[in-house]
């Protein structure tokens, strides 16, 4: 037994020792101070990629909610199964707004009519003066030629005439009657194609001035032709065509696409239409303009295409007494001037030269008042006339009245004493604006008039040529042959202005602007970031959720406190 008790002694004193063997040391100082250290930097580690995380994360956001934009431009193929190219719309105004024959014809308006332009008084107490100052001027210049006896000739490529085309009535021409003339307009409705670019799909017209029926007083003798899309009321700029000249024109398409504004961009979606057919700034303008001198005069000059708010055309009255004032003082309203508070713009000017805003502001009415500055209205020439006239005395017919509403627009209600006219007073713009037009300043149209989100306009290449006397000879006689006139090719070189338009290019351009960082791109630079920094990814997310649902299931089944429940996912549990 006591062999047997030194043998279990032994045991036991050899597990103690292999016990005691596998006991760890204890740590050392170095120990402590290390893992102090490490635990230290990685807390500050974590800290400071979560730090620039959120900072990166609110950059991406603050770049995102600025929307920023940019500018793609590419190009779109014709229609292959039709091979159509669409012709743009060419509007072709005649400098000479009223023949000389026809005033011949009519003494009574050609004596008013020269009083007007010579700023003379005009007795309207006379029944046949009154009844010439209740017509408007469409009425008037709605008796000038049409384009039946403006258009010689027109053809399609080289040798097929128009006529031959099978467009019916007004698809290929028809009048256009303004306050500025009566003007023609080829292919105003949009169905007029081309079938191939250059020589052989381009028109031709050889368009009769009838230089013979200018007045005594006109200052340039020709054409004034205008191209744009067959939604759009007029183009951004005209090319004028002088008679013995010879105008070859090439066109190419382009579209303007614009974001619209919760998306970054200028435009509104909501603005499709207007009084002048599709809406785009200048379309805008003229309505702004026309509510400006309806409210002003109680009529506009000339009523637009779509009279949507039902505006009375002023007459010749009218115009001489408010009309053409009030068109004055809206064409040289502040916001048209140039602006100094632009600081990329006033860079611009001192690079320039410009001393200061207040000369270049000078130096712009000095050209509106002299008429240096190009305008396409040609009754913009009335209206600088009644600016260098002074003040009259106050008109026998009673005085306007102006009641500003909360909008800045008002109504203007003018006495009449004439059947069929309105207006029975007369004002002249001063150097100091008189308070009936004060509400002026709160015209702003480019506050109001955003860009459209989409335009189409055309670029133009236009070159001239002096006509020679054997290519005027052949018109002539084609011109004698068709109409049965009696042409040489000398009132050919005085009165005709050959224009010939086509395609230089099958393609539309389409001039896109487009979200340069959107909601797509800032979630793909947060998950780079959070990926990079702080290991997180969809998949991470979906574990700590899936982890959450299951600490809560299991909370609620052992019926755990709150404080155990946040215990559980800081200390990891004894199995």
């Keep these: 037994s006591g062999r047997k008790d030194d043998t279990i002694t032994i045991v036991e004193e050899e597990e103690r020792e292999k016990e005691k063997s596998l006991q760890p040391e204890s740590p050392s100082k170095c120990f402590y101070v290390v893992r102090l250290l490490w635990r230290a930097f990685y807390l500050s580690a974590w800290a400071a990629a979560a730090f620039y995380s959120i900072y990166n994360i609110s950059r991406f956001v603050g770049k995102f909610l600025d929307r920023p934009t940019q500018t793609v431009i590419s190009s779109e193929k014709p229609d292959e199964f039709t091979k159509r190219l669409f012709f743009p719309t060419i509007t072709i105004c005649n400098q000479n707004v009223l023949e000389q024959s026809f005033l011949d014809l009519n003494p009574a308006l050609k004596d008013v009519l020269n009083k007007l332009d010579n700023l003379e008084p005009v007795d ?143 435009c509104d979606p909501n603005l499709t239409t207007s009084s002048y057919l599709a809406y785009d700034a200048s379309s805008c303008e003229y309505e702004c303009r026309d509510k400006f001198i309806n409210d002003t005069c109680g009529c506009i000059i000339a009523a637009p295409p779509n009279n949507r708010y039902n505006y009375l055309t002023c007459s010749v009255r009218q115009m001489e007494d408010c009309g053409w004032t009030a068109w004055f003082y809206f064409l040289s309203r502040d916001e048209v001037l140039p602006k100094h508070d632009d600081q990329a713009e006033h860079e611009k000017r001192r690079k320039r030269g410009v001393r200061g805003f207040e000369e270049e502001t000078q130096r712009f009415k000095i050209e509106v008042l002299s008429g240096e500055e190009d305008s396409e209205d040609r009754y913009v020439r009335r209206v600088r006339q009644i600016s260098h006239i002074p003040p009259s005395p106050s008109p026998p017919g009673g005085t306007y009245s102006y009641e500003e509403s909360q909008t800045g627009h008002g109504s203007a209600s003018p006495p009449s004493t004439t059947p069929g006219v309105s207006s029975a007073t007369t004002f002249w713009p001063t150097s100091t604006p008189s308070p009936f037009f004060s509400h002026l300043k709160k015209v ?99 574990a700590f959720f899936k982890a959450t649902a299951i600490r809560i299931y299991k909370n609620k089944k052992e019926q755990k406190t709150v404080k155990d429940f946040l215990r559980s996912f800081l200390v990891k549990e004894d199995k």
């Design 124 to 266: 309207w107490t006379d029944d046949t003066n009154a009844m010439i100052g209740s017509l408007t001027y469409s009425d008037i210049y709605a008796k000038s030629f049409g384009y039946k006896r403006a258009i010689d000739l027109c053809s399609f490529g080289t040798t097929m005439n128009c006529d031959e085309l099978g467009y019916h009535d007004g698809e290929l021409f028809t009048n256009v009657v303004s306050a500025s003339g009566k003007c023609y307009a080829f292919n105003p409705l949009g169905k007029v194609f081309s079938k191939s670019t250059g020589v052989d799909g381009e028109y031709k017209f050889l368009v009769n001035t009838h230089t013979e029926e200018y007045q005594e007083n006109a200052s340039d003798v020709g054409y004034s032709v205008i191209l744009h899309h067959y939604t759009n009321f007029r183009g951004d700029g005209s090319i004028f065509m002088s008679p013995g000249y010879k105008y070859r024109v090439g066109i190419k398409h382009k579209i303007r696409k614009e974001l619209p504004i919760e998306l970054g961009g200028k």
């Design 444 to 542: 702003n149209c480019s506050r109001v008039c955003p860009p459209p989100c989409l335009k189409n306009y055309y670029e133009l290449m236009v070159s001239s040529s002096r006509m020679s006397e054997r290519a005027a000879r052949g018109l002539a006689a084609r011109v004698n042959r068709v109409k049965h006139t009696n042409y040489d090719a000398q009132h050919v070189l005085e009165n005709h202005v050959l224009m010939e338009f086509y395609l230089a290019d099958a393609f539309t351009e389409i001039i896109a602007s487009v979200e340069a960082y959107s909601l797509w791109h800032m979630f793909s630079d947060i998950g780079g970031v959070m990926g990079l920094f702080l290991g997180a990814s969809i998949f991470s997310f979906f």
